[in-house]
């Protein structure tokens, strides 16, 4: 056998143990509380990528952007896995003991152990995520490394049949380990692309958007599931008294309600990633003039337990009654996927400034760059006016008649003046009435009656004004840096 043919070989085979390892991993995250490689590496891949690469991404994928990036980092780690098989098979040339595979097996657990779990944060030997964590790699490699034993170049002599019986294994283990982690992942894949929460909303938005259906944006695969019963939130920093509140007694002090709508940076023009609710909470300058600021004190810096880092300066909050400490959403606690048991809520700024599973509140005296501002996003993240259809959706086809058209028009804490239409290009624009909102903080929902003229093709156009008399801005542009712009346009089909 030659080099070539041997690396070629070796490679087919690594690929198999690779699957079969990956698969594994993930069982271990589901049962021994393992993080899976992928997922401890999105974070260092997303502080080094480019923001307007991301942003790109982001706007062209939407949810789907974290489905293609975690298949991506498993499929660049089966191939690393397939080289190392193929390293294996050319040493197998040279070296005809059967411990050579186990030895490639432990460079790569070397590899895992002592560079990219501390690169993923989890610490030397990946010890930050329990004492297992280096044993259950090291397991997972072992059986790796039995797979490509089973690589080995068959012995001359055997008979056909035996032949074609080990030619079959790889195809065998292959199969079993992409159904097991077609098993393990493709469900999760599909609730994230095909059945987001905000995608099961028809028809106008209601006021106050159902739980179930508020829109769901975070920066991880896997996001913490967090103790409320040891969960303390820490205030600190510049201060002459820090205190450490637990979850009773953060619910403890005196509360504010506030109904609010919630925007992702991220989101689209007419895209759903919009959601109003009504959160409780502790008032953010209430719960700083607790612990005694220090006049040094400029901004205030907050972490949560995802590693998520965010700022404000202290000078907006003090005037900004509206920013909560917030600990539930529409009467009930914060679910998992929302932020429980606390997260910070900045009305009239986009969602990426209020980190939730929120771990620590500090006066600094400095800004604290955010984790999306280091890859270049807009630190004030204040929300653009914008306004969208809900009915009817891109590619209706209508019967002619009296049609109810209508959506949400949101311009953060400065509200909505008007909201206008048009079917005509713009050659003339129509009023539509709209519901007064349910606080100054809300989107409004907005309506009008559309009686076509003649059957065809029609371009219906929404656009509005903010409170202070400023129409929303219709260049088209993407979400990255400060959020997309643009007007919000539908094509239908009018027959009879």
């Not at 913490?224 to 205030?235: E, F, I, M």
């Not at 202290?314 to 600990?327: D, N």
Request: charged fraction near 15%; charge should be neutral; hydrophobic fraction near 45%.
């Amino acid at each position: 056998m030659t080099r070539r043919e041997a690396a070629l070989h070796g490679f087919g085979w690594g690929v198999v143990a690779g699957l079969a390892l990956v698969g594994l991993m993930y069982y271990a995250g589901a049962f021994l509380g393992l993080r899976p490689l992928p997922q401890l590496l999105n974070e260092p891949l997303l502080s080094i990528m480019p923001g307007f690469v991301f942003g790109f991404l982001i706007d062209t994928l939407q949810h789907a952007g974290k489905v293609v990036e975690e298949l991506g980092l498993i499929v660049l780690m089966v191939l690393a896995l397939g080289a190392l098989g193929a390293a294996n098979s050319v040493a197998g040339l040279r070296w005809t003991s059967r411990y050579v595979p186990f030895a490639f097996a432990a460079i790569g657990w070397v590899v895992v152990a002592a560079a990219l779990l501390p690169l993923g944060g989890s610490g030397w030997l990946g010890l930050n995520d329990g004492p297992a964590t280096p044993l259950i790699w090291m397991a997972l490699f072992a059986i790796y490394a039995v797979v490509l034993q089973y690589g080995e170049q068959p012995a001359p002599g055997l008979d056909p049949g035996r032949r074609r019986l080990l030619s079959a294994v790889p195809l065998a283990i292959g199969a079993v380990s992409l159904g097991a982690l077609g098993l393990r992942l493709l469900p999760d894949w599909y609730q994230a692309i095909f059945k987001a929460p905000e995608s099961g909303m028809r028809g106008i938005s209601p006021a106050i958007t159902p739980v179930q259906n508020f829109y769901v944006v975070s920066k991880n695969f896997g996001d913490p599931v967090v103790d409320g019963q040891t969960w303390q939130l820490r205030v600190g920093g510049l201060v002459d008294r820090s205190m450490n509140l637990s979850l009773g007694e953060l619910r403890g002090l005196t509360a504010a309600d506030e109904l609010v709508t919630l925007e992702c940076i991220s989101n689209n023009v007419g895209g759903e990633l919009m959601s109003t609710g009504s959160f409780r909470g502790v008032r953010l300058r209430d719960l700083l003039a607790m612990a005694s600021p220090q006049s040094r004190g400029t901004w205030v810096a907050f972490r949560a337990r995802d590693g998520y880092t965010e700022s404000l300066p202290y000078k907006l909050i003090q005037g900004a009654p509206e920013i909560l400490v917030a600990y539930e959403l529409d009467g009930a606690p914060l679910p998992m996927n929302h932020g429980f048991p606390a997260r910070i809520l900045i009305p009239g700024h986009y969602g990426m400034k209020g980190p939730k599973w929120l771990e620590s509140i500090e006066l600094v005296d400095q800004e604290a760059r955010g984790y999306w501002e280091q890859q270049g996003w807009d630190h004030n993240a204040v929300v653009k006016t914008t306004a969208r259809f809900d009915v009817p959706r891109d590619g209706d086809i209508l019967k002619i008649g009296a049609l109810e058209i209508g959506g949400v028009a949101f311009a953060g804490t400065r509200g909505i003046a008007k909201v206008e239409y048009t079917t005509n290009g713009g050659s003339s624009w129509d009023l539509a009435r709209f519901d007064q909102p349910l606080s100054p903080l809300t989107w409004v929902l907005w309506r009008a009656t559309w009686t076509p003229a003649k059957e065809g093709s029609y371009q219906l156009t929404v656009r509005a004004t903010d409170g202070g008399g400023k129409v929303q801005d219709s260049t088209s542009a993407p979400s990255y840096p400060s959020g997309a712009s643009g007007y919000h346009s539908v094509q239908v089909s009018i027959s009879k």
